[in-house]
Nanobody, 124 residues
Framework: QVQLVESGGGLVQAGGSLRLSCAASGRTFSSYAMGWFRQAPGKEREFVATISWSGGSTYYADSVKGRFTISRDNAKNTVYLQMNSLKPEDTALYYC?????????????????WGQGTQVTVSS
């Protein structure tokens, strides 16, 4: 059974930083791309960032490009999201997801396993 467990969320002031982690188990972690998505209250879930199976390719939503960095440690079965220069509009429940494929993808339909989410709240 595949499990994804996010951690690292919290309350931070605008301009601050947080590092999210997602620990995976139950499948060969290093074979699949991973992604981060977020959902704010009253809004649809949106793509944030994705990283290929090897970590050699990444892709970001325009809204976070230059502020967020996705990375992975295949030895630890963990994917990270470093979030800098946080803004109030980054407030959301952040989910990690495991893709059905090895390459990067922004489409949530190509992810077959999801974590429960970790809350990020940015105060102004």
């Amino acid at each position: 059974q595949v499990q994804l467990v996010e951690s690292g969320g919290g309350l931070v002031q605008a301009g601050g930083s947080l590092r999210l982690s997602c620990a995976a188990s139950g499948r060969t972690f290093s074979s699949y791309a991973m992604g981060w998505f977020r959902q704010a209250p009253g809004k649809e879930r949106e793509f944030v960032a994705t990283i290929s199976w090897s970590g050699g390719s990444t892709y970001y939503a325009d809204s976070v490009k230059g502020r967020f960095t996705i990375s992975r440690d295949n030895a630890k079965n963990t994917v990270y999201l470093q979030m800098n220069s946080l803004k109030p509009e980054d407030t959301a429940l952040y989910y990690c997801a495991s893709s059905k494929k090895g390459g990067t993808t922004w489409s949530p339909y190509l992810y077959d396993y999801w974590g429960q989410g970790t809350q990020v709240t940015v105060s102004s």
